[in-house]
């Protein structure tokens, strides 16, 4: 039902064992055609965006993501996971990514402590499935040194202050992804685990 996306990411137990801890039996997975198959994908993530993109263009699983969330299947990513998805990266000059997003993924400004490292708050920009049982201004725990910059602010459906107010949830229909780690952010992320859990099971579309 639910294939969790197995690159290498050094978070994948930790989903897995949220996921689990749900009491869903989620498929872990490096082949494509499992997840072109999967009714929904969660994509982990920790590192560089540009080493992830070329861990999954190695894997072949570019295509099949894309295909994932063109197809409005409900879809998950996390940290590196969200990154990825955009245009591209700053991170060690400029590097292409999946462009499923337009934007860019820029690093946290000077002056700032990097990465941001430990629990910050996450204000609701949108009302959304996701949030639901989450209190507006939850704290979450983040680990990053650069942050995403959609071009379509529509699509920000969390922010978060860090010097600059930065997107830490982004939302398109079926497609949700996190600047923030779920899995290691207690109830409340085991909450938004559960609450895509629940988009997956319902079928609907956002």
Sequence with gaps: MVVIVDYGAGNLRSVVNAINKLGYQPSITSNPAEVLNARAVILPGVGAAADTVESLRALGMVDPIRQVIAEGRPFFGVCIGLQVLFTGTEEGGWHECLGIIPGRVRKLPVGLKVPQMGWNQVKQKVSHPIFSGIPDGANFYFVHSYYVEPDDKSL???????????CSVVAKGNLVATQFHPEKSGELGLKMYSNFMKMVLTGEQV
């Design 156 to 166: 920000v459906a969390g922010e978060t202050e860090y010097g600059i107010p930065i």
